[in-house]
């Protein structure tokens, strides 16, 4: 009986310690960091710099259907901006939209800002609300 008592005191404390990490940003596509680590996400960064908005992007990363996705957003609120998510692998996902076709604006509930330019000029991203 005291066995059972002690087994019972102590699972929870097991139980407790084995926490998983699978919400952690940080150790993704198997990479350290993805802003330096990932060529095409580098690429998108660079081709970012050299606009004349720059001061008004960023990217984002987040979870989508149990995988890690990248967001490319700006805060521009008077452009008719297109949200692309890309993978790991830098292929295009598809686009953040109010419909069924394309992945809810929700996924920014739990997005990471990961990059954005040194002149960054948002403070709150601008982004449209479903209706």
């Given at each position: 009986?005291?066995?059972?008592?002690?087994?019972?005191?102590?699972?929870?404390?097991?139980?407790?310690?084995?926490?998983?990490?699978?919400?952690?940003?940080?150790?993704?596509?198997?990479?350290?960091?993805?802003?330096?680590?990932?060529?095409?996400?580098?690429?998108?960064?660079?081709?970012?710099e050299q606009s004349s908005q720059s001061d008004e992007f960023y990217i984002s990363q987040a979870v989508y259907e149990g995988k890690t996705v990248f967001i490319v957003g700006n805060c521009c609120a008077s452009c008719n901006t297109v949200f692309p998510v890309y993978n790991c692998e830098g292929e295009y996902i598809n686009i953040l939209g109010c419909t069924d076709e394309f992945i809810t604006f929700n996924i920014l509930n739990q997005d990471t800002v990961i990059w954005n330019s040194e002149n960054f000029i948002c403070t709150n991203s601008n982004v449209p609300l479903c209706e």
């Open positions: 009986m005291k066995q059972i008592i002690t087994l019972l005191a102590i699972l929870p404390f097991v139980v407790l310690s084995c926490k998983s990490d699978d919400v952690n940003l940080n150790n993704i596509c198997n990479v350290e960091n993805p802003v330096e680590d990932l060529a095409w996400l580098k690429e998108i960064i660079t081709d970012i």
